[in-house]
């Protein structure tokens, strides 16, 4: 067992280790001014003042201009002065006149506190699982099991297994966020109790909203949210029911609404209580019981059947904003469920490689005089069908992407390692590229099918995507969910006979577009792509010390084939375009860690990086 101490040294490397990463991927530092060693794992950094220069004693470059440090990194100066810098704080001070932008002593500040509370939360679940996965093991081992993964099939369910792999795997987070699990408005006590890297069980209270202070959107196939409610959590519906009827109150009149209890104390009780004070929100009611997922505000009901999903507004600070459910999540996540759904029959799934949550209802609070449209962010819900994902027949175990990189219990190594290594042998270079063969195409293939198809932009990062894996350990699925954010383009959507309405709001960015599709493909690109296939080659090259590229021209060949698979359905010129974007052209992504330096007042910042799968 590792003390405290130990735990936080390691975590204080590993936030060094993201915010190089992200100086060097924004070019925040100049990355062509890195001088690396004959050997290429070392390097030099000139500073702006020339008179000093950072030694890095373990560092290398990888495709798309991934720039990774394992090792110390050491303040020079031209008189022979050498010291190491082991915290993110001395980092950031000895660097920043040397950034290419000047950033405010406050962004600073604020990215220092940041980086400080993520590395202390990262510490704290790290020290948690040095109690849960002796847990897990001694599971595995007492069914005579050394997989992991062979336990959770034979002795769970598939959604408890899911759910479990799910939070179990919150730990990494983002690769780009250098703030990857900061929770400043949180007591340790409370990010232990709240969140899923603990295994953390979080009631929510059923309220009850006056019907007619209420938006909501749903699916075509559901009739009414008292009926829909009432189907999918009977218990609570009969507990919801009594609890008004016992005041006196019909139900018909008022809609149940859960609120995660930390929310409810934290924020609703002040925030809304002239609503409460005028009957508009009766906030006592029955709870229940929900693993929160590795989203944080996407809980799942622990009962005994396939509930869905309740995602949720939750005032907590976590990596770029206050985590509302804003209105247009509410009418776009069922309104885009419904085409997927269609397209998806239309199309056989895809050859059977796409499956979604579908975001059935959601439902939030609109004050019927004043018509305002702010508070419901802060006091809404929508519901995500679980049933089809995990009432399965086909054997298949669905993991969430950031779970793969996750380390096992007893061997300490990715859980991608338990699904290569079926026959408990290292893995040879020939078998790990036929995995990760396997697994682009999975990936590739449709998302890049119903992209150049329908203009639908799926963001299948690393937490809204699961795989579905065979008992065989090959990648056979996608399962996809989160779609209140996602983008279409308009042109190519009603091109093949189906319409979007979009939500359209004052100040907020709308989510179908039908000038540029820029903003599609690079929603795609950054989420599929980058934070996903490029990252799961990176782990997977260094894991079993491949050639520094050969992933990655395998994935190259794995997206030729995806677009050769529907030229004949797409415009030529379309498709040329597209595909030039995919393979050659630098990859477009989100600016985080300048964001974040700037306070987030400019949320669209956006750079781009070499295209690791462009010809040579």
């Not at 559901?222 to 109150?249: C, I, M, P, R």
């Not at 419901?376 to 779970?403: K, M, W």
């Not at 682009?440 to 932009?457: D, E, F, N, S, W």
């Not at 030039?580 to 989100?590: M, Y």
């Amino acid at each position: 067992m590792d003390d405290f101490k130990t735990l936080i040294a390691y975590s204080r490397k590993n936030a060094m280790r993201r915010l190089i990463r992200c100086l060097f991927a924004e070019n925040i530092l100049d990355r062509s001014a890195l001088s690396f060693s004959v050997e290429g794992n070392q390097a030099t950094y000139p500073l702006k003042d020339a008179r000093t220069h950072l030694f890095f004693s373990d560092i290398a470059k990888h495709p798309a201009d991934t720039v990774v440090n394992d090792g110390d990194v050491v303040l020079l100066t031209d008189k022979g002065v050498r010291r190491v810098i082991t915290c993110h704080q001395d980092m950031l001070d000895v660097l920043r006149d040397s950034f290419d932008f000047e950033p405010t002593n406050e962004g600073v500040s604020g990215l220092k506190a940041d980086m400080e509370n993520s590395l202390t939360n990262d510490a704290h679940a790290r020290q948690h699982r040095q109690q849960w996965n002796p847990r897990l093991e001694q599971a595995a081992n007492d069914q005579g099991l050394n997989s992991f993964t062979d336990y959770l099939r034979q002795h769970a369910t598939t959604k408890d297994a899911a759910i479990l792999l799910d939070q179990w795997g919150s730990l990494e987070g983002h690769p780009f966020y250098p703030t990857w699990k900061s929770r400043p408005c949180l007591t340790d006590a409370e990010v232990e109790q709240l969140s899923p890297e603990f295994n953390a069980q979080v009631p929510l209270r059923i309220a009850s909203l006056r019907a007619e202070h209420s938006k909501s959107e749903s699916m075509p196939h559901v009739t009414g949210y008292h009926e829909w409610f009432a189907s999918n959590f009977a218990a609570q519906w009969e507990q919801w029911k009594a609890s008004l009827n016992s005041k006196g109150l019909d139900e018909t009149q008022w809609l149940p609404l859960p609120i995660h209890v930390w929310h409810l104390q934290a924020y609703v009780l002040k925030t809304f209580a002239a609503e409460i004070e005028k009957g508009i929100l009766i906030i006592d009611g029955p709870n229940i019981q929900t693993l929160p997922t590795m989203s944080y505000r996407t809980m799942m009901p622990v009962l005994d059947e396939c509930a869905p999903l309740i995602k949720l507004p939750i005032a907590v600070w976590m990596t770029s904003e206050l985590r509302s459910l804003q209105a247009k999540s509410i009418h776009m996540g069922p309104r885009i469920s419904t085409v997927i759904t269609r397209i998806l029959e239309a199309e056989n799934g895809f050859d059977k490689r796409l499956e979604i949550f579908p975001e059935e209802i959601g439902v939030r609070y609109k004050n019927a005089i004043t018509q305002d449209d702010n508070p419901g962010r802060h006091l809404s819900v929508v519901y995500r069908n679980s049933q089809q994902a995990f009432e399965r027949s086909d054997n298949c175990l669905p993991i969430t992407v950031a779970s793969l990189f996750t380390r096992l219990p007893g061997s300490g190594r990715p859980l991608f390692t338990d699904l290569i290594e079926r026959d408990g042998a290292r893995a040879n270079a020939d078998q790990v590229e036929g995995w990760f063969r396997e697994y682009a195409k999975v990936v590739t293939h449709p998302v890049v099918a119903i992209y150049l198809m329908y203009g639908i932009g799926l963001e299948a990062h690393q937490q809204n995507t699961m795989v579905l894996f065979s008992p065989d350990g090959n990648a056979r699925s996608l399962l996809i969910r989160d779609f209140g954010d996602g983008r279409t383009y308009a042109p190519l959507l009603e091109a093949r006979g189906y319409t979007l309405q979009p939500h359209v709001q004052p100040g907020i960015l709308p989510t179908v577009f039908s000038g540029d599709i820029e903003p599609v493909r690079m929603f795609v690109l950054d989420a599929a792509f980058l934070t996903h296939l490029h990252e799961m080659a990176l782990w997977l090259t260094k894991e079993y010390g491949l050639n520094n590229t050969r992933l990655w021209e395998v994935l190259r060949e794995e997206t030729d084939l995806a677009f050769a698979a529907v030229r004949d359905r797409v415009s030529p010129d379309l498709w040329e375009i597209e595909r030039l974007a995919f393979v050659e052209d630098p990859w477009p992504t989100r600016s985080l860690l300048r964001m974040h330096l700037m306070q987030y007042s400019n949320y669209r910042l956006q750079h781009t990086l070499t295209n690791p799968l462009a010809s040579v």
